[in-house]
Every structure is written in C-alpha cells, then in structure tokens.
C-alpha cells in the first residue's frame, strides 16, 4: 500500500523553546507516522518577534524557536512570518500565507512530494492552508479544534474567511461531535464532517507505582485537586480557585503557566488560600503523570474545549475529573468512574460538583480501566481511511 505524503501544516505546533504547546496536534501526528503508513514534514510556523528577552514572555520564546529540527523522527521547519498584535485579527491569515508560499515552493525545490495539506486549527492556519492548496495543487484536510469555531466566528471578516475556508477544503475534522454540529451550523455539509476525537498515551499516562511518595513529594496532605492548562481565563483557574473558598477540607495545584499568573496569585492570597492552594508554574508533559497520580480528582472548569486531553490524561492516571458541562465534556465523561459533569459554570457549581464526587468517589482502578480503550488506534486508523479517501479523488 502506498504511503500517505504530508505537509502538516500548524502554527499550533511544539517547538524546543515552548515543547507544550500544541503537543496534541504532534502527538496524533506522531501516531499517524508510527503506523508506517504515512509520512509527514511539519511546517510549522512561528511569529517573527526580535528580541529574546525574557519580559516578553511568550513573545520571547517565539524568537528562540529553532530554524528547524526533528521531533520524534518527525523533520519539523519552523519559518517566521509576521504578526499583527491585537489589531491585526483580519489580516493574519492573508499575513500567514504570503510568508508560506516562498517556504512550500522551497521545500518542493528541495525534491519534497506531498499528496495532501494536513492543517490544524481552522484560522488563520486552515484559511491559509486552503490558499496554499489552490496554489500549489494539493488537497487540504483541516481539523477544528475548539475556539477556531466556537468563538472566532464571532467575527465577521473571520467567519467569512472560515467558511471560504471550509467551502475550499477537501474535508474536515472535528475532534468531537459537538464541534461538528458547529462546523455544520457554519454551512459545512454534514458528510464533509469527520469526527476523530484525540486519544491518551495510556503508556504515558498511568497510575504511579508508588502513589504515596508521589503525594508527599508535592507535600500533599488533604483530598488534593488538580488543575492544569494554560493560565489564561478561558480555562477557568479563577473559578476553581473561589469555588476552594467552600471546600476548607480540601488543597488545589494548578500546573501550568500564562498572562493570568499575577491576578491569581492575587486571587489565592485575596482570599487567604496561600496554605491551600499553590500554583506549580509549567510542567513537563512527561511529569503531568506523576502530578495526575498524586491528585484524588483532576477539576476542568473552562469556558470553551474542543476535546479536553486534560480529561483523559486524568482518567488513564486513575483520577477521576470533574468538569464543567460545555461542549466536549460530556462526549468524554460518560460513567461515573469516569467523573461528574457539574453546572452551572461557576464557583459554586464546581464546588457543588466537588462534593458530589467525593460523595461516591470511584475506584481509581476502575477510572483507569475506564481511559484504556481511548487509545489513539482508532483515531490513526480514521485519518488514513480520510486522507486516502481525499488524494484518491
């Protein structure tokens, strides 16, 4: 059988100086390519910014993105291209393309064959992807992801661009199927839809083999909570962190780092929590296990996911979740060893829904049991049955 030769195609992409953003879209890119069925060159783009300083923050670490390098036997380039701050929304995927052509038709010179653009995050990446396509011949495939269509759409010109974009792609991905309900509200035909929901590295994520150390190397001492994601207020920390006002019994670690680190190490001392609540700062993908194991229940309280990995990198560590009941939650928590869904999304909900699950607490076993089969196999073998559906056309 002949192999599937990609251009995945994301500004949503790991690079050594920021190695957890976007993991997911690598790490089911990097099953696709372990199948031996496909291969794939990342093009993953970086804003351009020119100074290293650390007080730029993110903005910083874009500029020591590496060129190029392999990740995971994968070729990975990571070209700049120009951004806009704030203002310049409208313009980013026009921005995104203009300084990609030049790198496409680069790598085509270098003696490079593709049979289809892999494109993650439908704007700019999936707009841009599209243009790309028309303008060197090759199918585009473009998975959605969550806020490229549950808020970006909000705005005109963009929404727009995303339904030229999902008119011109040869087929879309939805990593749940109440992303596919939006794509389609967005006047995409329902059989250009396919849902491939993201898997969990159960060999990753596991139960720890000595789970009382793990506690006492994190100094846990109560039923502890677990938080982890960005710390942008889309993910919600600031609810988990009042609703810690109504659970005295109860200690909270939130891992992860972002813009929103000062307002709520203000919040926790605000509310006198410092003695119970502590944020951990970013953690390697491969410590999360350890952090998941060392929690009795994992809290999701975001305001918008496409498909939460947080969930079942929890589960398959033993850890039951509670998590807020927006789109894609449910489609993942669906057993009670699994965890609650809890609303409203609020303070008092969440701790509601705290209480609740301490109230039945499932057998951790049975949690874990309960992740195994979301395997990425399933996923792996959906995307070759797409991708060969597409370039056969």
């Known amino acids: ?14 690079h050594e100086a920021r190695p957890n953003h976007g ?3 690598e790490n089911r ?31 910083a670490r874009n500029a020591h993105a590496p060129a190029a390098e392999t990740r995971h036997g994968i070729e990975t380039r990571h070209p700049r291209y120009p951004v806009i701050p704030k203002v310049g929304m409208s313009v980013a995927p026009w921005l995104l393309y203009r300084a990609m052509v030049p790198e496409v038709a680069r790598l085509l010179a270098e003696g490079h064959r593709f049979d ?36 970006i759409p909000r705005y005109q010109i963009p929404r727009r661009l995303i339904q030229g974009a999902i008119r011109d792609a040869s087929a879309l991905v939805a990593v749940s199927a109440a992303l596919k309900q939006v794509l389609v509200d967005l006047g995409a035909p329902d059989e250009k839809v396919t849902v491939l929901r993201n898997g969990v590295e159960t060999d990753l994520f596991r139960p720890p083999e000595d789970r009382s150390a793990a506690r006492a190397a994190l100094g846990l001492k109560r039923p502890a909570l677990i938080s ?34 000062e307002r709520l190490s203000a919040l926790i001392a605000q509310h006198g929590l410092s003695d119970r609540v502590r944020l951990l700062g970013p953690r390697p993908h491969k410590d999360l296990p350890m952090l998941y194991g ?3 229940a994992s809290v999701l309280a975001s305001s918008r996911e496409g498909w939460a990995n947080v969930l079942l990198e929890s589960m398959a560590c033993g850890t039951p979740v509670i998590a807020a009941n927006i789109w894609g939650n449910p489609e993942v928590v669906r057993a009670p060893e699994a965890g609650v869904i809890y609303e409203p999304n ?48």
């Open 1 to 14: 059988m002949n192999l599937v030769r990609l251009l995945t195609f994301s500004t949503l992409f790991p």
């Open 23 to 25: 993991i997911f879209v």
């Open 29 to 59: 890119l990097r099953h696709l390519v372990g199948s031996g069925e496909a291969t794939s060159l990342v093009l993953a783009p970086v804003p351009w910014f020119p100074c290293p300083s650390p007080r730029f923050g993110d903005w």
């Open 116 to 151: 289809a653009i892999d494109a993650h995050y439908l704007y700019p990446d999936g707009v841009a992807a599209t243009w790309l396509g028309r303008r060197f011949g090759l199918p585009v495939v473009i998975t959605a992801r969550g806020t490229d269509v549950n808020l």
């Open 228 to 261: 982890v994601g960005g710390l942008i207020e889309r993910k919600g920390h600031h609810r988990t962190i009042e609703a810690m006002r109504q659970l005295p019994g109860f200690e909270l670690i939130i891992a992860g780092e972002g813009p929103e680190r």
């Open 294 to 296: 060392a929690a009795d």
């Open 346 to 393: 609020t303070a008092d909900g969440l701790a509601a829904g705290v209480r609740r699950l301490f109230a039945a607490l499932p057998d951790r076993a049975a949690t874990r049991a309960y992740a195994e089969p979301f395997s990425w196999d399933e996923t792996t073998a959906g995307q070759l049955a797409l991708f060969r559906r597409v370039i056969g056309r």
